[in-house]
């Protein structure tokens, strides 16, 4: 009976252990090969001021891929318009992302005629491989800035 008790009480433990070791479990399977999205705020710079409210769009480095960006302001999020190829020259000034190597794609999304004297910040979310069922993927929010109109 004791050694009863006890092969139970092994047993229960290391499903429990198995439970919670934090590995994926067989039914999401492996990561799928592949780098998460990757972008970086070109225009307007991440922490410029004075920005024209008829900034007119926002440009990235990178390729959207499956993300899905914000520009928010304190009161709202601002709608945006679709990825487009971001058109040459950029404005100025503008920054070279430096954790980017080779061809870097640039692409740019319209934006409205936005606020006075308002801070806006950029993201994106985007969803990555975490091994938790039943989704096996969530939400990954990436902060690129903010900036401040005049």
């Not at 990178?62 to 318009?81: I, M, W």
């Not at 999304?109 to 950029?122: D, R």
């Not at 994106?124 to 690129?144: D, M, Q, R």
Request: proline residues 13%; hydrophobic residues 40%.
């Amino acid at each position: 009976m004791i050694v009863n008790r006890l092969l139970y009480g092994v047993f229960a433990a290391s499903c429990v252990l198995a439970a919670c070791s934090g590995t994926a479990t067989s039914s999401c399977g492996s990561a799928p090969p592949g780098a998460p999205v990757s972008l970086s705020l070109v225009y307007p710079i991440a922490g410029a001021a004075n920005v024209p409210v008829t900034l007119g769009e926002v440009i990235f480095a990178g390729s959207p891929g499956g993300a899905t960006l914000y520009v928010r302001s304190p009161v709202a999020p601002v709608a945006l318009g679709s990825p487009t190829p971001a058109s040459s020259p950029f404005p100025t000034p503008f920054a070279t992302p430096s954790n980017m190597t080779g061809d870097v794609p640039y692409f740019q999304v319209s934006v409205p005629t936005l606020a006075t004297t308002t801070t806006y910040s950029v993201s994106y979310v985007y969803s990555e491989f975490n091994g938790i069922p039943p989704a096996c993927y969530g939400p990954v929010t990436v902060k690129l800035g903010s900036f401040t109109t005049q």
